[in-house]
C-alpha cells in the first residue's frame, strides 16, 4: 500500500533525503518518495503504517507532518 503525507519545512534535495533517512527507520516503510516541491511525501509499505510513528520520524528529521493525503 501507499499513503501519502502533507510535510511542511522541505526546501532542497538535501530535505528530503533527511527525511528518507528517518522515514527508512519506521517499521513497515518499504519505499520513500519526497516531492520538495509539492511538499509531499509518499511512503509505500507492507502493512498499514503507524501514523504517529511516521509524525515522529518527519519531527526528528526537522520538518512537519501536516496531514494525509
Ligand atoms: Mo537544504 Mo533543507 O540546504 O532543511 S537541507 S534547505
Do not use: W
Request: contains cysteine.
Amino acid at each position: 500500500m501507499t499513503t501519502g503525507y502533507a510535510v511542511t519545512g522541505m526546501t532542497c534535495g538535501h530535505c528530503a533525503t533527511s527525511v528518507t533517512n528517518e522515514l527508512n527507520r519506521v517499521p513497515g516503510v518499504e519505499t520513500v518518495s519526497v516531492d520538495v516541491e509539492g511538499g509531499t511525501v509518499t511512503i509505500g509499505s507492507t502493512t498499514a503504517l503507524d501514523d504517529e510513528a511516521v509524525r515522529a520520524a518527519v519531527d526528528e528529521a526537522g520538518y512537519q507532518l501536516t496531514g494525509k493525503i
